[in-house]
């Protein structure tokens, strides 16, 4: 006699805002599968939706809010979770019907209220996921958090008060979700967290048993061991601590990616005092230097704020004589933004708007060229590229110097041999200001 399953309940997610929030919209997921719920790729097959909120800046809290909005307009049962949870007040004026609203991180608690609104059949049979868990990202590269939190108090940051102070991941959990993710076919591990340079400190860089030998629970202990599982494995989120240096050396092996992803924020020592930041910027030049001089190929990206509550003309041209000096790879920027909340809000010396719109636009033209030059610099060699994407014309893809989404890709011709997630060597054609143009070699 056949067993009639009971229909599971679906859900809906919208994930806002930063990697960190991916995965925690990742875990949700998994912890939900994991109960038997079925997932729906749309509002109108969905029980209820879920909200992955962000809440760093003003305008990605009214992102936030529309998103909600949105959701009730198509579904009309929605939970909102992530870092705008902390808001719950406002986001129940605006809604009054949403379900719940929980903060971030706060994975019992919002499956406890999915659980609620959409109970799940009792059936042995649905309570089944992949051992690697459930991903949002393709299925050829993942984002691997190994922290929460932050200790830093930057002027115009918040999310100390929404995430809290640093709370390590023990190294070898880090590990064993690492091994299992490549396992399932992830071919580059993408490194995150508030701080990933502070990894540990929290718990004195306790160490644990992993494959026989102690690892400590410290940046460098873990990117050597997770360079050893085979997979390309990128660092985000580093403040250049002292430290730092250890890990360029790994990279210069082939264990971990030449690249680095440094938040500097500004390079004038007076708008990194007004953002309670360290002021090292003279030593940092020294350091990428040096850098540069072990791992040749390094690439570094990083972003930088512009009109900062006191930034003088003076302090400008500081930064952007830096940046011709340091020569970042990739760098973005932004305009300051008040957000509720942060220190800088009372700070004097608010720079008005056209000034931030002129300043950004210098920026953004001065690094547009340093990065054009980098790239014509890269015609004629051969680089190693994963495939994000295939179709009839070609392919594209990444070369160690980018991260998905926020950097660069490279651009293939006579690449419909090609499929998602293979590592190619590629000969670079051409470049422009942000890409790479090239045609895969024959194996």
């Known amino acids: 006699m056949a067993t009639i399953l009971p229909t599971p309940p679906k859900i809906g997610m919208v994930s806002l805002g930063c990697p960190k929030n991916l995965v925690d919209s990742e875990r949700i997921l998994t912890k939900l599968r994991s109960d038997g719920y079925a997932m729906s790729p749309d509002y109108a097959g969905a029980d209820v939706v879920l909200v992955n909120t962000c809440g760093f800046l003003d305008s990605a809290k009214e992102e936030s809010l529309e998103a909600i909005g949105e959701a009730i307009a198509e579904n009309g049962r929605v939970i909102v979770t992530g870092c705008m949870g902390k808001e719950a007040e406002t986001i129940r004026a605006r809604f009054p019907n949403v379900l719940a609203v929980t903060g971030a991180h706060q994975y019992e608690e919002v499956v406890g209220a999915v659980h609620e609104a959409a109970p799940m059949p009792p059936s042995a049979f649905l309570n089944l996921v992949p051992e690697s868990g459930l991903k949002l990202t393709p299925r050829h590269y993942s984002y691997l958090k190994i922290s929460e939190?932050?200790?830093?108090?930057?002027?115009?940051?918040?999310?100390?008060?929404?995430?809290?102070?640093?709370?390590?991941?023990?190294?070898?959990?880090?590990?064993?979700?690492?091994?299992?993710?490549?396992?399932?076919?992830?071919?580059?591990?993408?490194?995150?967290?508030?701080?990933?340079?502070?990894?540990?400190?929290?718990?004195?860089?306790?160490?644990?048993?992993?494959?026989?030998?102690?690892?400590?629970?410290?940046?460098?202990?873990?990117?050597?061991?997770?360079?050893?599982?085979?997979?390309?494995?990128?660092?985000?989120?580093?403040?250049?601590?002292?430290h730092v240096d250890q890990v360029i050396p790994l990279m210069a092996e082939g264990l971990i990616l030449p690249y680095l992803d440094i938040p500097f924020q500004h390079a004038s020592r007076n708008v990194l005092k007004l953002m309670k930041r360290?002021?090292?910027?003279?030593?940092?030049?020294?350091?990428?230097?040096?850098?540069?001089?072990i791992a040749p190929d390094i690439a570094i990206r990083s972003t930088f704020?512009?009109?900062?509550?006191?930034?003088?003309?003076?302090?400008?041209?500081?930064?952007?004589?830096?940046?011709?000096?340091?020569?970042?790879?990739?760098?973005?920027?932004?305009?300051?933004?008040?957000?509720?909340?942060?220190?800088?809000?009372?700070?004097?010396?608010?720079?008005p708007e056209e000034i931030k719109e002129e300043r950004y636009a210098r920026l953004m033209e001065l690094t547009a060229r340093i990065s054009a030059d980098k790239l014509q610099a890269k015609i004629g060699r051969t680089l190693d590229v994963i495939i994000d994407a295939v179709d009839e014309d070609g392919a594209t893809g990444r070369s160690k110097a980018d991260a998905p989404e926020i950097d660069g890709e490279v651009h293939l011709r006579d690449a419909g041999h090609l499929k998602q997630g293979d590592i190619v060597s590629v000969e670079i054609e051409d470049a422009d200001e942000h890409d790479l143009f090239g045609v895969p070699l024959a194996a």
Request: charged residues 30%; hydrophobic residues 40%.
């Open 278 to 293: 360290p002021a090292n910027e003279a030593k940092v030049l020294e350091r990428v230097k040096n850098w540069r001089n």
């Open 149 to 242: 939190g932050c200790n830093h108090r930057c002027a115009f940051c918040i999310i100390p008060s929404l995430r809290g102070d640093l709370v390590s991941r023990r190294p070898d959990a880090i590990l064993r979700e690492a091994e299992k993710l490549i396992e399932a076919g992830t071919k580059e591990l993408l490194v995150i967290s508030q701080d990933t340079s502070a990894y540990g400190v929290d718990i004195r860089h306790h160490p644990r048993m992993w494959k026989g030998e102690e690892v400590r629970a410290h940046m460098t202990d873990l990117s050597r061991e997770l360079g050893k599982l085979g997979a390309w494995v990128r660092l985000h989120y580093v403040y250049p601590y002292p």
């Open 305 to 351: 704020v512009v009109g900062f509550p006191g930034e003088t003309e003076d302090d400008f041209k500081y930064l952007m004589d830096w940046l011709e000096e340091a020569q970042l790879d990739r760098v973005g920027a932004f305009r300051f933004e008040p957000v509720e909340g942060a220190a800088a809000n009372a700070l004097p010396d608010q720079v």
